[in-house]
């Protein structure tokens, strides 16, 4: 009976731990590279939507890789455009990338490692090969 006792108890550790696991905190690393794929995605939304105003088409790109320094300058100048002020969505996209700007140089700045400073890797990202469906 007590062998049984030892891996019921083994067993029950092992599954909280692994609760544990899943339920820690985000890291500052993570908690950016969520957000930058928000920002991302949220941008692609916002240059497809029909309802948009013109002033949209008009908007800095907006292809977020926060391994590459020249994010930093691509958010304050996307977060700086003087246009589209007027547009929920790119009001919310704005506070979005001050958010994560804020992020990055404050919270963050001692966790992050930039790879690059190539600048037009942000102007004209290689996106990965779609997968066929």
Do not use: G, W
């Not at 019921?8 to 909280?16: F, P």
């Not at 928000?38 to 088409?57: N, R």
């Amino acid at each position: 009976k007590l062998p049984t006792m030892k891996m019921l108890l083994s067993l029950i550790a092992l599954l909280s731990a692994a609760l544990l696991a899943n339920a820690a905190p985000p890291t500052c690393y993570s908690r950016v590279l969520s957000l930058s794929k928000e920002i991302t995605e949220s941008f692609k939304e916002l240059q497809t939507s029909k309802a948009v105003d013109s002033c949209v088409e008009m908007l800095p790109r907006l292809y977020l890789d926060i391994h590459n320094y020249c994010v930093l300058a691509k958010l304050r100048d996307f977060v700086a455009y003087p246009r589209c002020e007027r547009v929920l969505e790119v009001s919310e996209l704005k506070e979005k990338a001050r958010s994560l700007y804020t992020i990055m140089i404050s919270y963050c700045r001692r966790d992050l490692v930039f790879l690059t400073d190539d600048c037009n890797a942000l102007e004209s990202p290689i996106l990965p090969p779609i997968e066929p469906s």
